[in-house]
């Protein structure tokens, strides 16, 4: 059962747009979503995440919006670079009684200069 | 900041042999993780310790699999009896935990990759 999806495999953008990340969750006990970016042969690296209190955060190029009632996470990269292509994955973590944290299958953006 | 270290690379055995690898997590991350990831999945959460105390499984995790943090700062993964399916991508993370914790995300090492022939 995967309780974070990721339904794009993967996704282009043309450079300086705007690129846009969706994952959907099923569980309604998740309270905390992150966003990583992964390169090849390269660990995850945390980009940004939000608390299920809030609806939005923002860091930079990066904004990641939450919409509770769809149970839909989304990232926003503005403007989009090259240097973003990479694999994108969304993760989340339950609200108690356990600390992991469950990831989608990941979708991989090309930022075409 | 030396981050999440993780020792070897890479690492190729013949079925049937044991393994271990290593994971160094940042100095002052009391919570430490274990994933595995094949090629097109996301990481797959097999196992996490609070300082040295085991705190939960994975189901997917077999008894050929045992991880231990004797002295709750770094952490090895020992697989026995390799199979072919082992192979995969080991990644160790961390996280500091405390008190009214909201954010706190992983730190992800660079993996070790295990080739089981």
């Known amino acids: 059962d995967q309780q974070v999806k990721q339904n794009s495999p993967s996704l282009s953008v043309q450079e300086g747009r705007i690129s846009i990340l969706n994952c959907d969750y099923t569980?309604?006990?998740?309270?905390?979503f992150l966003w990583y970016k992964k390169y090849p042969a390269e660990g995850p690296t945390f980009l940004i995440s939000i608390s299920s209190i809030k609806d939005k955060n923002e860091d930079g190029r990066f904004t990641v919006f939450l919409n509770k009632s769809a149970k839909h996470l989304s990232l926003h990269i503005v403007p989009s670079q090259p240097g973003d292509s990479a694999v994108y994955f969304c993760a989340a973590r339950f609200t108690s009684g356990t600390y992991k944290y469950i990831f989608g299958t990941g979708t991989r953006l090309k930022v075409l200069a | 900041d030396t981050g999440v270290s993780q020792d070897p690379r890479h690492k190729i055995t013949k079925r049937g042999q044991n393994v271990t690898f290593r994971c160094d997590p940042i100095s002052e991350h009391n919570r430490l993780y274990w994933y595995r990831q094949t090629l097109g999945q996301g990481p797959e959460f097999l196992t996490y310790?609070?300082?040295?105390?085991?705190?939960?499984k994975s189901r997917l995790l077999s008894d050929r699999f045992s991880a231990e943090r004797p002295k709750g700062s770094f952490s090895t993964l020992e697989i026995q009896r390799t199979e072919q399916g082992d192979s995969a991508m080991y990644l160790c993370a961390s996280s500091l935990a405390g008190d009214g914790e909201l954010n706190s995300p992983l730190h992800f090492g660079n993996g070790t990759r295990l080739t089981v022939t």
């Open positions: 310790f609070q300082n040295e105390a085991q705190l939960e």
């Open positions: 569980n309604s006990m998740f309270d905390y």
